[in-house]
């Protein structure tokens, strides 16, 4: 039978993701899984009913523990909710809804206490319901007409609908925008291909959109026509929970000065952000900080304490990790210090320590003078590791038995590899972002094979691999 591959495109990521900045997201089956054998006895649990003057379907109860660091939220079902084993303390419960809102609770929580918590919905303020955008359908936003199309194929399609009204840029802004997404002054290459968008489809672009985002416009969104539906049934069954990263104190951490001048690296500069999220055999939690300084983060979900290990060259720049048979976690270094040194690093929990580095690229495959990154990994059957190149367009191995690095060129120049995955027969699937292709890469042969999706561009930012 053949495999089936299934790919992502940015669209419906943009639709579905939960973005992480700063915290942790797990659904609570998750959590639970890892607390299997936790004393629940201790913890406690919260129901009620949240009342309405106006009609809601599904409103979100939130209980926040600011000792803790914690954020728990459910839906109602019919109008009840039921929050089970939260953390004993001191907790903020509000609830929202479409248009509605309710003012903020205190409560305190004991061991094994089973409370109740009736909630009132009003209707919610402007500043709450963010009325300083003006909402409005896409053709409200975006009049039809050549500009539109380009527009399409080159800004919206991976930007989302909501970017361009965002802005309010002159001719000159616009210009700009436009040669650094061409490539020009841009170290990750150029985002809109040369056969993407014609001079003169360029010079249509620039028209639109100073016409209808320029210095004048107003800022805008546009409406959800159809909203997503929503089984009460089932979301009232979940419980999602947010562990937030410790805070740094003075002088250390994003406060360190040697730090401070870190600032050219948008939204990673002087914060922490969060990405990847595994779990080990053991339950705990291992997340990425991208922020600087980078670091590796332990959590346990179970106490929701956590744990953090600098990373070896903590400015080098992170983005995915990878955890092996062992236990061992897998954290390529994006660009490396000095920038182009880039490497892979292992990191041992039994001893808390930087254990392996191996460098990436070490026979110089990809170009001198081309800027690399490294990505995403992923581990075969054998352990050896895959990791993308996304900037230099290539593909890492690490060889387990050898412990040698091997890099290919991707068969697409510019292709922005992003997601990578493995399949039953140890083939390699990877998503090539920028080429909108699927690459498969048979490590017996060392040969590619490029499949190009109907839909173009496609964007394919990640993909996975079924059991078939």
């Not at 009609?55 to 728990?72: C, D, G, I, T, W």
Request: hydrophobic share 35%; aromatic share 10%; net charge positive.
């Amino acid at each position: 039978m053949r495999k089936k591959v299934w790919c992502f495109s940015i669209r419906s990521l943009l639709a579905a993701a939960i973005a992480l900045s700063g915290f942790l997201v797990l659904p609570n089956s998750a959590a639970a899984q890892a607390s299997k054998s936790a004393n629940l006895s201790g913890l406690a649990s919260v129901s009620g009913m949240v009342e309405s003057a106006k009609p809601f379907q599904a409103a979100k109860v939130y209980f926040r523990n600011a000792e803790k660091r914690m954020l728990y939220m459910v839906y109602t079902n019919g109008g009840r909710y039921q929050a089970m084993h939260l953390f004993p303390g001191n907790y903020e419960l509000n609830v929202q809804a479409k248009g509605l809102e309710s003012d903020v609770q205190k409560l305190v929580l004991k061991a094994g206490q089973t409370a109740t918590a009736n909630v009132s919905l009003r209707e919610a303020s402007a500043a709450e319901q963010r009325r300083d955008v003006e909402v409005l359908s896409f053709d409200g936003i975006y009049p039809p007409g050549p500009g539109l199309v380009v527009a399409r194929k080159t800004c919206i399609y991976c930007h989302g609908a909501n970017f361009l009204p965002s802005k309010h840029w002159d001719e000159k802004q616009w210009n700009s925008g436009i040669d650094y997404m061409t490539g020009k002054d841009n170290r990750q290459g150029a985002m809109i291909q040369p056969n993407e968008m014609s001079q003169s489809e360029r010079e249509v672009l620039v028209q639109y959109l100073v016409k209808n985002f320029g210095p004048s416009s107003k800022t805008r969104a546009v409406k959800v026509e159809t909203e997503m539906p929503v089984d009460e049934t089932k979301v009232g069954k979940a419980m999602y929970v947010e562990y937030y990263f410790p805070t740094d104190p003075p002088g250390s951490g994003i406060n360190d000065p040697k730090y401070a001048g870190i600032t050219d690296e948008g939204p990673f500069a002087g914060r922490r952000v969060s990405q990847d999220v595994h779990f080990d055999q053991q339950g705990n939690v291992w997340i990425i900080d991208r922020g600087f300084p980078n670091r590796l983060s332990k959590l346990d979900p179970r106490t929701g304490q956590f744990k953090e290990y600098l990373t070896p060259d903590p400015t080098a720049g992170v983005h995915d990790l990878t955890i092996d048979k062992n236990g061992i976690v897998w954290v390529p270094e994006n660009e490396g210090v000095p920038a182009g040194q880039l490497k892979l690093d292992g990191f041992n929990p039994k001893t808390e320590k930087w254990e392996a580095r191996y460098p990436f690229d070490p026979e110089n495959v990809i170009p001198a003078g081309t800027v690399k990154h490294a990505q995403s990994l992923t581990i075969d059957s054998k352990g050896n590791i895959y990791t993308v190149l996304i900037l230099g367009s290539g593909l890492s191995r690490w060889d387990r038995e050898t412990k040698k690095m091997t890099t290919y060129p991707m068969p697409s120049p510019n292709a922005f590899p992003y997601g990578i995955v493995v399949d039953k027969n140890d083939n390699i699937w990877i998503a090539e972002f920028h080429a909108s292709k699927i690459a498969k890469f048979d490590p017996k042969t060392e040969k590619f094979t490029e499949y190009s999706p109907p839909t173009q561009p496609a964007l394919i930012r990640r993909l996975n691999v079924d059991s078939k």
